[in-house]
């Protein structure tokens, strides 16, 4: 019969992620109807414009369909394919579909903030030209080889070095392999030997290198680009420009860079040719996403290279627990590095004990001396402090007043601003200007006049941060050229570099920064490492701030001595017989590691359990603690007498408000993965529906708790 042969079963409907959070609208993707041109023009992967509201969308095609659940007057029409993209690759496809499970998001969610803002902006209706077309035009421009020279030759492979390049040449398929070296002991070196040889293997493969903070990235693709002068190398961070990241995203989607460096989000390029990726200081924290979805790229590397069978490299001086576990159970691969190259020894460490000392500007007399010495003998010496600003908190010795945030229950610091910046090298001096910045919100204020509470016009700010620091030390070494970097000086574009290169050249004698010093730089000249202050760590509540402790402790002393100076780390504490400064001291991380995963294994803490948290925020912490109370007896109730999950009791957060919100935590743990997934899928429709209007966001294996 006629009728029934005409019966359609073309397709008629796309599904379309878009970027919305789908875990509070409950759905993952948007049917939308195909006209007869679009059906030609879509596949699954297409990027698409489609109505939204009273404006446009570009979308993400998952799906073709024949029928769709919505009403027929509801269905909008996919506007178009999106001109110039190319249809994303099957295996990126799949990489996000595994993140959008096990982060428990829209697909929409993970895939486009993936995509650089300029490409995934709906065009304007009359635009000439793509911006695809734009981006790629850039790429080509900007990366013109001109005859280059011929590339130094490597340096010859020490034996630790060649050993860990056979382990990773014999890798095939899916493999991990755990590179521990010591700072200095070159695995930078080994990086680029096995790339090289990843790289020759196939003319069409692409490489990627990750690293976890932007301001190693010039110092790295300096580094590749001489090594690999006729290889394309597109570089990937936050903090490019619009036109470059595009330029650069898409030259990694399209194949034609054939090394991508970058931070966290690098993980996320389609890169339809990769064969293998080296994640550089795997244990670093940045690689976790702190916001929206909240992945660990170090993680989304293994599953990137396990579905597409590719070897993985995960390099460090000491090494994540979650990794050294993987190691003791033999499902990674380890491969060492015991020595720095050369003659360079380790640093010799010393610990200072604070107890009854008389200090300048927070520095022990051992420290100043020690100081002293080095700038006479001609070397650098780099004192660490954790806090920029003038001084972490301002303060009223009459009454007791804080410069506490109205916003967060957390201080505003005290900064120096205006002409009496310092920073950097010869940067002017001028009148100094005070004012007050929280950390967490970005509020601000003038400094008072004087003391809110009871009028006292002498107000003091209380302890260091690295602007007071590099006063003080300015003062005790008036001839010493000093140098400043942290995120205040780093948010001036090219100003970090900047710092760098004069510490790289020799141009300064003493070097005060944050965290941004620790990793990764390869100093001169360097032979004195002082932390100010190790306490912060020592016992604080998260589980995992001995651990980051230890990791922050050993990279800042990394950077003594590696050009073969004998060099010296003293450690500022209060707590002088702590543990964790024998195992620092004699560089035996092992030690330490194994008794970190003893500990943790006897109270049940990841790596040995796994863990899940609920953040929900409110107006008040009432309100907050109430939602998860409910969410809590939901889960239970889905739960029954099933052991494999335990939902712990809702808490304030340990930073309980912030920007004026109310914040509260409630903690899932389980043994097992599976469990606690399928768990979090029966639960999330459940939260869905609770009654209130508390903001709530899931963080699976959260890296702060
Ligand atoms: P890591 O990354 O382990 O901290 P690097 O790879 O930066 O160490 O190496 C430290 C220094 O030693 C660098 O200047 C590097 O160029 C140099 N180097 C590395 N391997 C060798 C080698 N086999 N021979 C000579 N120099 C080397
Ligand atoms: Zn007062
Ligand atoms: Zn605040």
Known sequence: MASSIGFDTTVRYARVALDLPASQLGASWFDYALDPQAREAVEPGSWVLVP?????????????????????????????????????????????????????????????????????????PRARGSVFDRARARFDAGTETTAPPAPPAPPELNPAQREALAVLEASTGFTVTLLHGVTGSGKTEVYLHWLATVLARDPACQVLLLVPEIALTPQLAAQVAARFPNERLAILHSDLPDGDRAAHWLAAADGRARVVIGTRLAVLAPMPGLAAIVVDEEHDPS??????????????????????????????????????????????????????????????????????????HDLAPRAVAAIRDTIARGEQALVFINRRGYAPVL??????????????????????????????????????????VCHHCGGEQPVPRACPECGNIDLKGLGQGTQRLEEGLAEMFPGARIARLDRDVASRRGAAQKVLDAAHAGEVDILVGTQMLAKGHDFRR???????????????????????????????????????????????????????????????????ADLQLAERQQVGLPPWRHQALLRAEATTQAAALAFLAQARDAGQALLGDDAAVTLLDPVPMAM????????????????????????????????????????WALDVDPAEI
């Open 287 to 360: 690689y976790k996403q702190q916001e929206g979805v909240r992945y660990s790229a170090r993680d989304l590397a293994i599953v990137a290279a396990s579905q597409r069978g590719l070897p993985v490299l995960l390099g460090s001086a000491t090494p994540s627990l979650e990794s050294w576990l993987a190691v003791r159970r033999g499902r990674y691969r380890l491969a060492r590095l015991p020595g720095r190259i050369g003659d360079a020894a380790l640093p010799e460490l010393e610990v200072l004990d604070l107890r009854h000392k008389t200090l300048q």
């Open 656 to 695: 309980s408000r912030l920007a004026g919100r109310e914040r509260a935590q409630l903690l899932i743990e389980s043994d097992a993965r599976p469990p606690l997934h399928r768990f979090l899928d029966a639960w999330l429709p459940r939260l869905r529906e609770l009654p209130g209007n508390a903001r």
């Open 395 to 436: 303060g009223c010795d009459q009454c007791g007043w804080l410069s506490r945030c109205a916003d967060c229950s957390a201080y505003r610091v005290l900064h120096r601003a205006g002409g009496a910046q310092r920073s950097g090298v010869g940067a002017s001096r001028g009148p100094a200007r005070y004012r007050l």
């Open 52 to 124: 939204w509201g009273a404006g446009r969308r570009v979308g993400l095609v998952v799906a073709l369909a024949g029928h769709t659940d919505l009403e027929p007057a509801r269905i909008k029409t996919v506007i178009g394919a999106l001109p110039g993209a190319r249809p994303a690759p099957e295996p990126w496809l799949r990489l996000l579909r595994f993140a959008a499970d096990y982060y428990h998001r829209g697909l929409g969610e993970v895939a486009l903030p993936a995509v650089p803002k300029l490409l995934r902006t709906p065009p304007a």
């Open 526 to 592: 360097l032979s004195l490492v002082v932390v100010v202050d190790c306490d912060g760590g020592l016992y604080a509540a998260d589980y995992r701030a001995p651990e980051r402790l230890f990791a922050t402790l050993m990279q800042v002393s990394g950077r003594a001595g590696r050009d073969a100076r004998a060099s010296r780390v003293l450690l500022q504490t209060r707590f002088p017989e702590h543990p964790l400064f024998g195992y620092l001291a004699r560089h035996d991380y092992d030690g330490f």
